[in-house]
């Protein structure tokens, strides 16, 4: 398993911008497809977006395409999140998550990811 801390929450007004950043450690990090899902209060955990080990696909839910891009720093060990024309309706505690790029499971479903951060709230005003 891998070691993976959040970076970049915070309070921002809608139509603003956040970066997240996901910083892994431990076993090799090419190996493993990288994840950012969402939670919010009384609601189930949600996939966000995710990105292959090798970068060969990309998986973003309806409710951010064309407003998130995920992104991965090899040389860093690094997955970003940066979210722009932000809603009220994205606010919530995001967490990076790890699975092994042989996991069978779709890349939006959360059961395959096994390394999970400890998140980092994002708050949108309206």
């Known amino acids: 398993q891998v070691q993976l801390v959040e970076s970049g929450g915070g309070l921002v007004q809608a139509g603003g911008s956040l970066r997240l950043s996901c910083a892994a450690s431990g076993r090799a990090f090419s190996s493993y497809d990288m994840g950012w899902f969402r939670q919010a209060p009384g609601m189930e955990r949600e996939s966000v977006a995710a990105?292959?080990?090798?970068?060969?696909?990309?998986y973003y839910a309806d409710s951010v395409k064309g407003r998130f891009t995920i992104s991965r720093d090899i040389a860093k060990n690094t997955v970003n999140l940066q979210m722009n024309s932000l809603k009220p309706e994205d606010t919530a505690v995001y967490y990076c998550a790890a699975r092994h790029r042989l996991d069978p499971w779709p890349l939006y479903d959360l059961r395959g990811f096994n390394s999970w951060g400890q998140g980092t709230q994002v708050t949108v005003s309206s």
């Open positions: 990105v292959r080990w090798d970068d060969s696909k990309i």
